[in-house]
């Protein structure tokens, strides 16, 4: 059971996610804390629908489309505060991975994406608890981009298909934004000695991989390809890393439940994530050292082989229709003991939540739905709902996590007294549970208790209302104090 933080994170102000945020001016952050508290009582809703009326809707449009206004100084606020959570955590995994924005209509400075509509594609590295919570603690880089450039064939003028060679050649590759947030993330953690960057099979490039081990970043990266071994690790000639792996000896067999997963063609296509149903798989596991080799075309300042630590994990008579599990998992993390191996299993795994988040951002948050006219305005609304969309995320995991763990695990005192306060009807206990909080404090956001457990909107909404009252709460203590010092008798009517 988790022992009770002295500042929970889960219940803190939105608007202090930016409240550092540099725009120029200090009207302008202030106007920026303003919208994203706005925008969180109800993130789904549209920005007419939250202003209320002309005059903050005006202020919305003119604040989002300001040339003063970027998403990343937007954000530089909240990977503040994301690095000040990571640092109360004893391990830290940050996930990456890439999404996109489709939008219709003519749209200034969008690009094309894998369909038919125009967009712009963001990569995100989030950062979630590594103690098996696997809580959010927030977004530590985001880099946003559009093609907007003459789509690059793949093949040379006689025909063929490039060669690693020539497209090595190529400036300004998108996997180049790999490596470059990883750099970011390793500054911004402030040497924090615990983190594992998690990527999937987007991240298996030889570069990255050997800039992060060069660079003593701690990694788990799915591979995509059936790279090259160098015989100097392995006995024998050269080998293709899969014929290594199926002689390697199974060192664990696990049952897992594969969650249900809609298809998502982007960055690329539909082949690299298939639709999904949920289904009990049993997988064996096995885990072996070797070297992969250096490409030719790849700049030999970096390592002719790079020693890693390779986890294959596949799956046990699949069923005929389905596509079985089948893992490559590069890592630098050791794997010595059973425990270990599984560890990486579980880290590799933790990467749904980061889908789990960009749900957050297009469902909880309504993102593609943004009447904005430019990548600049819809940027600076990406940035606006990151925090809030990491706060949905975040309740959802508290109020599932650990239910049964003190309501101090989440909430203040003071906050819990609000709740037995102003919610009479959860009938909380002299010492609630996590679970019975956050059913008072989606109470609060319009939840029924018969529905099941609450989501992520009426948990935001009802967190919303909480602060507000605690924030009411404690100015009244405080008049009432100040007038007790005063000697001043309070007004009984």
């Not at 596509?323 to 425990?339: A, H």
């Not at 002299?430 to 529905?451: C, D, M, Q, Y």
């Amino acid at each position: 059971m988790l022992a009770p933080p002295e500042d929970p994170p889960t219940m803190a102000d939105i608007a202090e996610e930016f409240a550092h945020a540099q725009l120029g001016n200090v009207s302008r952050t202030r106007r920026l804390c303003w919208l994203v508290e706005l925008m969180s009582r109800a993130p789904d809703r549209s920005f007419p629908k939250a202003a209320g009326d002309d005059g903050d809707l005006e202020g919305i449009y003119r604040f989002l489309h300001s040339r003063h206004v970027t998403y990343d100084a937007m954000l530089q606020s909240h990977y503040i505060q994301t690095a000040d959570r990571m640092a109360g955590a004893s391990r830290v995994l940050v996930l990456h991975d890439t999404t996109d924005g489709a939008y219709g209509g003519q749209r200034k400075g969008l690009g094309r994406l894998a369909g038919s509509l125009p967009g712009f594609l963001a990569h995100v590295s989030l950062a979630v608890a590594g103690d098996g919570t696997l809580r959010p603690l927030g977004a530590l880089n985001v880099y946003c981009w559009a093609r907007t450039n003459e789509p690059k064939s793949k093949k040379s003028k006689n025909g063929r298909k490039l060669s690693g060679a020539d497209y090595a050649k190529r400036e300004d590759k998108e996997s180049e934004r790999w490596m470059e947030a990883v750099r970011l993330c390793r500054e911004r953690a402030d040497a924090h000695q615990l983190v594992l960057h998690i990527a999937d099979r987007e991240g298996d490039n030889f570069v990255f991989l050997a800039t992060m081990s060069v660079a003593g970043d701690r990694f788990v990266v799915r591979l995509a390809h059936n790279r090259a071994v160098g015989a100097e690790v392995v006995a024998g000639e050269q080998d293709l890393l899969r014929d290594v792996l199926e002689v390697a000896p199974v060192r664990a067999v696990r049952q897992v439940t594969l969650s249900r997963r809609l298809g998502n063609a982007a960055p690329g296509s539909q082949a690299t994530h298939q639709p999904r149903e949920q289904r009990e798989v049993t997988l064996e596991i096995r885990a072996t050292t070797v070297a992969l080799q250096r490409p030719r075309y790849v700049d030999a300042s970096l390592p002719r082989y790079l020693p890693v630590h390779v986890v294959y994990v596949t799956e046990v008579n699949a069923p005929a229709d389905v596509e079985p599990v089948e893992w490559m998992l590069v890592t630098s993390e050791p794997i010595d003991t059973v425990e270990e191996i599984l560890q990486v299993v579980d880290d590799y795994r933790a990467r749904w939540l980061i889908e789990e988040f960009f749900k957050a951002l297009k469902t909880g948050c309504a993102l593609e739905k943004r009447q904005l006219e430019s990548i600049e305005a819809l940027t600076n609304a990406l940035a606006l709902f990151v925090p809030i969309a990491w706060q949905l995320l975040l309740l959802r995991n508290l109020s599932r996590s650990e239910p049964d763990a003190p309501a101090t695990t989440v909430l203040t005192p003071t906050q819990i007294e609000v709740l037995t306060h102003f919610v009479p009807k959860a009938k909380l206990p002299e010492h609630p549970t996590v679970r019975e909080v956050l059913f008072a404090v989606a109470r609060l956001g319009g939840h029924i208790k018969n529905n099941g457990d609450p989501g992520w909107l009426v948990l935001g909404r009802g967190l919303i209302d909480l602060l507000q009252m605690e924030r009411a709460w404690l100015a009244a203590l405080d008049v009432a104090q100040r007038r007790r010092s005063d000697g001043t008798k309070l007004d009984q009517s």
